[in-house]
């Protein structure tokens, strides 16, 4: 037997419906979806499994942070497959060559997880922390998903954000003790992986792998709106680093991002409003 976690809520509330498709790649055992909203105790659910059967997580970024921050993921013995059926999918974005028939085993990934702190919280993350426009357009993005079901569109609110609503903020970053500020803040994510935001290779040289087990946290700063308009498309590609003027990247395994006013910041694609300040450690810090 396959048991296969879904979020029903995933992709648009097409959760179940993208979790039907892995009957397409898998037809030669049963399979009982789960809806993972239901389960209360990750631990106890994964141990009362027969041995010999085998685990799926269906669903998007969301869906595997709620899981990683469920499950003490590294003392997970089981095997843990991931299928994509998310609106985002930036974690399978990221590992897509390593994928196959569309799923991907979870273990290796979910291990050694960095942590954030927000607001006195501290939670396990498994691709970023978005902090500025990138938080604004998740908040923007749960006010319309609460009042339609239609697919919302993140780059829209993108643009409409940079050129009419959202005004960049100063900063001040720290990265293992050295302290730099930046003027007229845009965005100021820290990656465990290279992709957030529905595919934005924010950090193109970001190895989630990498055995420091260092983040990356990325500014895009300093310049007017139509500036900003015409580099911010190449977050997709990458090409945006080269941009040294207006983008720079800085490597360690402590990160504290403050704001000099409030604004939305995302984890994982989950909206925490009203943060001026958070603080990453990468898992060699979150053991001390």
């Known amino acids: 037997m396959i048991h296969v976690l879904y979020n029903p809520i995933a992709s648009n509330k097409k959760g179940r419906e993208n979790a039907e498709k892995i009957k397409e790649v898998i037809k030669d055992k049963p399979l009982n979806l789960v809806d993972a909203t239901t389960i209360s105790d990750y631990d106890e659910y994964i141990k009362c499994l027969p041995e010999d059967d085998e685990l799926i997580i269906a669903g998007g970024d969301g869906t595997l942070n709620r899981f990683v921050n469920s499950v003490d993921t590294d003392a997970l013995t089981r095997d843990v497959l991931y299928y994509a059926a998310g609106s985002g999918n930036d974690f399978m974005h990221d590992v897509a060559d390593k994928a196959e028939n569309g799923m991907i085993k979870l273990n290796d990934y979910i291990k050694n997880l960095p942590t954030v702190i927000v607001n006195g919280e501290e939670k396990k993350f498994i691709n970023g922390i978005g902090f500025g426009i990138d938080g604004y357009c998740c908040e923007v993005g749960d006010e319309q998903r609460a009042k339609s079901d239609k697919p919302v569109n993140y780059t829209g609110i993108a643009i409409k954000g940079l050129l009419f609503h959202f005004k960049p903020a100063n900063a001040t970053v720290t990265v ?58 190449k977050l997709f590609t990458g090409e945006h680093v080269k941009h040294t003027e207006m983008f720079d990247q800085v490597t360690g395994h402590e990160v504290t991002v403050k704001f000099d006013r409030p604004c939305a910041l995302q984890i994982d694609g989950e909206t925490v409003k009203n943060v001026k300040s958070y603080t990453v450690k990468s898992a060699v810090l979150a053991k001390v």
């Open 176 to 233: 293992d003790g050295v302290t730099k500020k930046y003027p007229k803040v845009w965005i100021a994510p820290t990656m465990n992986g290279r992709f957030y935001g529905g595919g934005m290779n924010v950090t193109p040289e970001q190895d989630r792998l990498n055995e420091e087990r260092t983040v990356s946290v990325g500014i895009f700063y300093g310049k007017g709106k139509i500036k900003t308009l015409m580099v911010f498309p």
